[in-house]
């Protein structure tokens, strides 16, 4: 429920999540054919499984983030590199331009002012067609030079006419009128009626940027310079950028060709030198899985005596000596499992000597007198519990030496229940206490291991009476299709936090100061853990501090089969923490379906 509650809470940022959630989404959806839903649905799941794909595989793999950040901070800095050369060759091009343009109008002019006929007309005009005539050679005049390359075109403008005229000579196909600024236009205008213009003085020719607009539709950007001609004429170059634009087309290709060389090149740089780093990486990661699998013997190769080879050697040197450190550590762990089970079988028959004997002084102990007959009494009870302590070390080294086996069978785990709570009900009676159950009524059948179960049972319940402090103790027990599980609820001392994983080690107490009232020998709990284990189910504790405690056994209802939940929560349950809500003492109500009391 979690995964898909997570996944549906980052679906819904999707933008075709959010279209088909929309009114609009959805009227358009519910007009589409049956097959075209079908396969927006195959659509969608194929881009769920595609973009889950690339995150996993983008997690994963460092040498794939490496080279796809090299590869976008690359574009990002050749693209700003070539921005501002493309630029810069612009401006070049344009000033180049421009310094070409100034000295070609500034000869043009003085070569027009060399004409008589131009000289003639400046004290007055002629008349119209004569002007129109001395326009037109001058222009043909300064237009020939350019021939048929067309690297500059001339255009003559007849002032204090009107209308004013202006001609052009081989190039009637220009939009004269879209190719020449008005705001250039008025520039020479204004420099032509605010000055005296005898055409002795030097004039400063006027730049403007423009199109060259053909009568087909055409164009190219242009420069356009004007200057003026005495009191009557205009003169204007427009220089286009035909060679300059293919020359910035040419630096152009070249920058995108060499960037998305090097953008490749970087890449490739990239990827190489962190499959150099990232192999061996990945090496040591293996080499650490199969030596955490078990594989001791496993060992890197050792390439050169860079900081790779270093890393190789130290970990082939901790892999050795964590090899040696385990199998000292093996060697140990048997000698004193060995020595456990030898000393418990070695001691078992002076016990057995020192039980009879103890047996015949405390049927005699009528005949000793007081003083002595509380001493075998003492002995006795002391004879048992140790006697106990050498079955729970026997059973114990079974477990450590792998030699425990699992006799299971079918059978009502609420009939274990009932059997294995008559040691700790007779201490419930005597503490003033009782045992609640919580059985359901149509039984609890699962495959395992009786003998083992009734043990695990009993550990937990005379441990729910020893710490209740007097206090009901409830036992529940729930099946589903896959898991039975019994939970055993007192309301004693209770846990502190982390104390529900150390109650499981072999001789744990919460108080080191506290007398074991009922003869336990410490090793009950861990016993019921590894009783848990061996049938591949889980034995669990909640515990809070004045409020009691909860152990939770869980056991798979076929065997082998693999526990994914348990029926019973680990914790009081809703109804119980509603009632301490309510007041300073709660008790769980009893169940009427299926529930006997003993008490």
């Known amino acids: 429920m979690v995964k898909v509650a997570s996944a549906r809470a980052g679906r819904q940022w999707n933008w075709i999540t959010a279209f088909r959630r929309s009114a609009f989404g959805r009227a358009i959806i519910r007009r589409l054919p049956a097959r075209s839903k079908r396969w927006l649905r195959i659509g969608r799941r194929w881009q769920r499984?595609?973009?889950?794909?690339?995150?996993?595989?983008?997690?994963?793999?460092?040498?794939?983030?490496?080279?796809?950040?090299?590869?976008v901070l690359s574009v990002l800095v050749i693209a700003v590199l070539g921005f501002f050369l493309i630029n810069s060759v612009a401006a070049g091009l344009t000033t180049n331009a421009e310094n070409s343009a100034d000295a070609l109008v500034r000869?043009?002019?003085?070569?027009?002012?060399?004409?008589?006929?131009?000289?003639?007309?400046?004290?007055?005009?002629?008349?119209?067609?004569?002007?129109?005539?001395?326009?037109?050679?001058?222009?043909?005049?300064l237009?020939?030079?350019?021939?048929?390359?067309?690297?500059?075109?001339?255009?003559?403008?007849?002032?204090?006419?009107?209308?004013?005229?202006?001609?052009?000579?081989?190039?009637?196909?220009?939009?004269?009128?879209?190719?020449?600024?008005?705001?250039?236009i008025a520039k020479v205008t204004d420099e032509q009626k605010t000055e005296k213009f005898d055409?002795?003085?030097?004039?400063?020719?006027?730049?403007?940027?423009?199109?060259?607009?053909?009568?087909?539709?055409?164009?190219?950007?242009?420069?356009?310079?004007?200057?003026?001609?005495?009191g009557f004429y205009q003169l204007y170059y427009v220089f286009p950028f035909t060679q300059q634009q293919a020359t910035l087309m040419l630096v152009q290709r070249v920058l995108v060709g060499v960037g998305l060389a090097v953008v490749v090149l970087l890449a490739a740089i990239a990827s190489l030198v962190t499959r150099w780093v990232v192999l061996p990486v990945r090496h040591a990661a293996e080499a650490a899985q199969r030596v955490s699998a078990g594989h001791l013997g496993e060992r890197m190769q050792v390439h050169g005596v860079d900081d790779l080879a270093a890393l190789a050697t130290s970990f082939n040197e901790m892999a050795a000596s964590l090899q040696g450190k385990l199998r000292e550590l093996e060697d140990l762990s048997n000698v004193q499992r060995q020595f456990v089970s030898?000393?418990?079988?070695?001691?078992r028959t002076p016990l057995s000597t020192i039980k009879m004997a103890a047996d015949l002084l405390f049927e005699a102990r009528a005949e000793l007198d007081a003083a002595a007959g509380r001493s075998v009494e003492l002995l006795q009870s002391q004879l048992d519990r140790f006697e106990s302590l050498l079955v729970d070390l026997l059973e114990i080294s079974r477990?450590?030496?792998?030699?425990?086996?699992?006799?299971?069978?079918?059978?009502?785990?609420?009939?274990?229940?009932?059997?294995?709570?008559?040691?700790?009900?007779?201490?419930?009676?005597?503490?003033?206490?009782?045992?609640?159950?919580?059985?359901?009524?149509?039984?609890?059948?699962?495959?395992v291991d009786r003998r083992r179960v009734e043990r695990i049972l009993r550990n937990i319940l005379v441990n729910a009476v020893e710490?209740?402090?007097?206090?009901?103790?409830?036992?529940?027990?729930?099946?589903?299709?896959?898991?039975?599980?019994?939970?055993?609820?007192?309301?004693?001392?209770?846990?502190?936090?982390?104390?529900?994983?150390?109650?499981?080690?072999?001789?744990?107490?919460a108080d080191p100061a506290r007398a074991r009232t009922t003869g336990g020998t410490g090793l009950g709990l861990a016993i019921s853990l590894e009783d848990a284990r061996l049938h591949g189910g889980w034995l669990q504790a909640w515990g809070e501090r004045g409020k009691g405690s909860v152990f939770r056994l869980t056991l798979p209802r076929v065997v082998g089969q693999e526990l994914v939940g348990s029926p019973l929560p680990l914790g009081p349950d809703e109804a119980e923490i509603a009632a301490t809500d309510l007041g300073p003492v709660a008790r769980p109500a009893t169940d009427i379906t299926g529930v006997t009391s003993h008490g």
């Open 342 to 347: 030898d000393v418990s079988h070695e001691l």
């Open 143 to 184: 237009q020939q030079p350019s021939g048929t390359t067309g690297s500059y075109l001339v255009f003559m403008q007849l002032t204090d006419i009107v209308p004013a005229i202006v001609h052009w000579v081989g190039q009637s196909n220009v939009d004269i009128t879209a190719t020449i600024p008005p705001t250039l």
């Open 199 to 230: 055409n002795k003085n030097t004039v400063p020719p006027a730049y403007e940027p423009t199109t060259l607009v053909y009568n087909s539709g055409a164009s190219v950007p242009a420069l356009a310079v004007g200057v003026p001609l005495g």
């Open 49 to 71: 499984s595609a973009f889950a794909r690339v995150r996993l595989r983008w997690h994963r793999s460092l040498q794939l983030r490496v080279v796809s950040t090299t590869l």
């Open 107 to 141: 000869n043009g002019r003085t070569s027009a002012i060399g004409q008589s006929s131009v000289n003639v007309l400046a004290p007055s005009p002629y008349d119209t067609a004569t002007m129109v005539s001395v326009a037109t050679t001058t222009a043909r005049a």
């Open 399 to 447: 477990f450590d030496a792998g030699a425990a086996t699992l006799d299971a069978e079918l059978v009502d785990v609420c009939d274990l229940v009932r059997r294995s709570a008559d040691d700790a009900q007779q201490l419930a009676e005597r503490r003033g206490g009782r045992i609640e159950f919580r059985l359901p009524a149509t039984g609890c059948f699962a495959e």
């Open 467 to 509: 710490h209740g402090e007097g206090k009901d103790v409830v036992v529940t027990t729930a099946i589903d299709s896959d898991a039975v599980a019994v939970s055993v609820r007192d309301y004693g001392v209770g846990l502190r936090p982390g104390e529900e994983h150390k109650v499981f080690d072999r001789f744990w107490r």
